[in-house]
């Protein structure tokens, strides 16, 4: 009964209609969400996703899971790496149907690089360093990526590459401030880290504080902001981040303790990530991952309570449905998008703008 409640859920027609003025007094738009649930072959828990484009779908999670699509979603081919069954990737990145990069949480930290379309696994990165924990990663193309880890000894670690992963180098603590007491980045999607262009780079925090660290030249030298998200316990902070472009991003984040509180759990940037605002109008509750739709020009959140979308930059959310998931992304040229979350549940969302 519980799963035919959620594929009826899951398959409505959701239109959502968010009435706040924009800066100019007219109406946003209003959009349909149809969503789709797929059949992943997995009961893994899903938290790394990655849309290269409509067709092509690369996900990640426990038990040392990988799956990916070549067919929109019609089907999927679930894998595991050899001897990782007890390892968490929480985080992967795909650039086709063949290349991809996949990374672990916890400690041992393990980053791996398939060319042949998942078969075979080489290991590029391995840190077996006591308190070791990479949260995310993010390429700005297929041969510049940037990784960044939990604190160890109070400096959080950063790794970069700029040959394809042959060789990763640990960026230097000098040019990072270091973390606060109870300051930690979050493994929830994969997103806490974001790039724009060929420099630019973001990665979040939470717990104790909150905040942004942003770099200009590739990573090698960070500022940190402090941002007006919900902080101060272990479970708070920010999540995830998605920019539109080099001066536009959100974040989104919350108290995973308490998933259907909307308190101070959504923030926008207009400049670059120097400064951020509270969204006057937040998501439904806490969420784990957020993504920028390009052809479409909307964010889109989600979280274990259900998703939501912003169609003004982050300044006001309006919710689309109360399906949780973990992890969400857009297909780069199309109003596509896929969703992944617990029990190895992803779903197709197609988006449609209402006339």
């Given at each position: 009964m519980k799963k035919i409640i959620l594929i009826l859920l899951c398959s409505l027609n959701?239109?959502?209609?968010?009435?706040?003025?924009?800066?100019?007094?007219?109406?946003?738009?209003?959009y349909t969400f149809q969503w789709t649930p797929q059949s992943s072959g997995t009961q893994a828990s899903l938290r790394g996703l990655s849309v290269v484009d409509t067709a092509v779908v690369w996900a990640s999670g426990s038990q040392g899971t990988f799956l990916r699509t070549m067919d929109s979603g019609s089907s999927w081919k679930t894998g595991t790496l050899p001897d990782a069954d007890t390892i968490d990737f929480r985080d992967i990145a795909a650039f086709d149907a063949q290349t991809a990069y996949i990374l672990s949480a916890g400690t041992p930290?393990?980053?791996?690089?398939?060319?042949?379309?998942?078969?075979?696994?080489?290991?590029?990165?391995e840190n077996h360093t006591p308190g070791i924990f990479f949260d995310a990663f993010a390429f700005w193309d297929e041969n510049h990526g940037l990784a960044m880890s939990d604190p160890v000894d109070g400096h959080f670690v950063l790794i970069r590459t700029t040959n394809g992963g042959d060789t990763w180098?640990?960026?230097?603590?000098?040019?990072?401030?270091?973390?606060?007491?109870g300051e930690a980045g979050f493994a929830g999607s994969g997103t806490g880290v974001a790039v724009q262009g060929q420099q630019l780079a973001w990665f979040a925090t939470g717990g104790k504080s909150s905040r942004v660290f942003r770099s200009t030249d590739g990573g090698t030298n960070w500022q940190a902001v402090q941002v007006p998200l919900v902080q101060g316990e272990a479970s708070t902070g920010i999540f995830s981040l998605a920019f539109a472009d080099s001066l536009h991003g959100i974040a989104v984040?919350?108290?995973?303790?308490?998933?259907?509180?909307?308190?101070k759990n959504a923030g926008f940037t207009t400049d670059g990530g120097i400064t951020w605002q509270l969204a006057d109008t937040?998501?439904?509750?806490?969420?784990?991952?957020?993504?920028?739709?390009?052809?479409?020009?909307?964010?889109?959140?989600?979280?274990?309570?259900?998703?939501?979308?912003?169609?003004?930059?982050?300044?006001?959310?309006?919710?689309?449905?109360?399906?949780?998931?973990?992890?969400i992304q857009f297909a780069p040229d199309a109003a596509v998008g896929f969703a992944a979350g617990g029990d190895g549940t992803i779903a197709?969302?197609?988006v449609m703008k209402n006339k």
């Open positions: 959701l239109s959502c209609t968010d009435n706040t003025k924009t800066e100019t007094g007219n109406t946003p738009p209003s930290a393990l980053l791996y690089k398939t060319m042949d379309s998942g078969d075979t696994w080489v290991l590029q990165y180098e640990e960026i230097p603590m000098s040019g990072i401030p270091m973390a606060e007491e984040g919350g108290d995973y303790v308490q998933p259907t509180s909307a308190e937040p998501p439904a509750g806490y969420r784990s991952g957020a993504a920028y739709a390009p052809a479409l020009q909307l964010y889109m959140s989600v979280g274990t309570t259900g998703s939501d979308y912003s169609a003004d930059g982050g300044k006001h959310w309006s919710a689309t449905d109360t399906v949780g998931y973990h992890a197709k969302v197609r």
